[in-house]
């Protein structure tokens, strides 16, 4: 079982990263949350790692922080709920607020992270208002990065919310406007922040 992996950051997006330890490379998926503070390629990553094991595959999962990783597990443990659509979650609302969102009960906030519907936010909100607890989570500072060209920026964010489950007209409108009110430099993290804040 694979807990924790620290190495060179060979390749990022937001779909997944490539992490070389020692010439082998784990590929790992992550919540957007965890991608924001991603260093640049080349440089030294840590990471703690959910090994998820099916029949077919072994998938690692892997987060910034020790609280992030458990809030991903106890998601895990909602019937309905597989490492896919935690990670969909996690990307969609960061730790801090999934914890007090679930405290208040604030299901219409649960409802609109894409893949999440009415029943699957009440399973949430009856299976974890005990589990959670009181963390202090705060995931939106971004670690800086070199800006790359705009369009790839434009491209790569638009690709995120689409696999976020989120529709192409909708993700288009939301990137688009998020492009407009983000001055100066442009960054694939900045746009993808701008963009689900006007979508959350």
Same mark, same amino acid.
């Given at each position: 079982?694979?807990?924790?992996?620290?190495?060179?950051?060979?390749?990022?997006?937001?779909?997944?990263?490539?992490?070389? $330890?020692?010439?082998?490379?784990?590929?790992?998926?992550?919540?957007?949350?965890?991608?924001?503070?991603?260093?640049?390629?080349?440089?030294? $990553?840590?990471?703690?790692?959910?090994?998820?094991?099916?029949?077919?595959?072994?998938? &690692?999962?892997?987060?910034?922080?020790?609280?992030?990783?458990?809030?991903?597990?106890? &998601?895990?443990?909602?019937?309905?709920?597989?490492?896919?659509?935690?990670?969909?979650?996690?990307?969609?609302?960061?730790?801090?607020?999934?914890?007090?969102?679930?405290?208040?009960?604030?299901?219409?906030?649960?409802?609109?992270?894409?893949?999440?519907?009415?029943?699957?936010?009440?399973?949430?909100?009856?299976?974890?208002?005990?589990?959670?607890?009181?963390?202090?989570?705060?995931?939106?500072?971004?670690?800086?990065?070199?800006?790359?060209?705009?369009?790839?920026?434009?491209?790569?964010?638009?690709?995120?919310?689409?696999?976020?489950?989120?529709?192409?007209?909708?993700?288009?409108?939301?990137?688009?406007?998020?492009?407009?009110?983000?001055?100066?430099?442009?960054?694939?993290?900045?746009?993808?922040?701008?963009?689900?804040?006007?979508?959350?």
């Amino acid at each position: 079982m694979i807990a924790h992996i620290q190495g060179r950051l060979q390749f990022k997006s937001p779909e997944y990263l490539v992490v070389d $330890v020692s010439g082998m490379g784990y590929q790992i998926q992550v919540p957007l949350t965890t991608f924001y503070d991603l260093p640049e390629e080349g440089n030294t $990553v840590a990471l703690h790692i959910h090994t998820h094991v099916r029949e077919d595959a072994l998938q &690692l999962y892997g987060f910034q922080s020790r609280d992030e990783k458990l809030i991903f597990v106890h &998601l895990m443990s909602v019937a309905g709920i597989g490492p896919r659509l935690a990670v969909n979650i996690l990307s969609g609302i960061n730790s801090a607020e999934l914890v007090e969102t679930v405290g208040q009960g604030d299901i219409h906030r649960l409802i609109s992270i894409p893949g999440v519907g009415r029943k699957t936010a009440e399973r949430i909100l009856v299976e974890l208002r005990d589990k959670f607890p009181a963390l202090p989570l705060d995931r939106e500072a971004a670690a800086p990065v070199k800006p790359a060209a705009d369009d790839a920026i434009v491209d790569d964010a638009l690709s995120a919310l689409l696999n976020l489950g989120y529709n192409k007209t909708v993700a288009q409108r939301a990137v688009g406007k998020a492009r407009q009110r983000l001055q100066g430099e442009l960054t694939l993290e900045l746009l993808l922040k701008e963009s689900l804040r006007s979508l959350g």
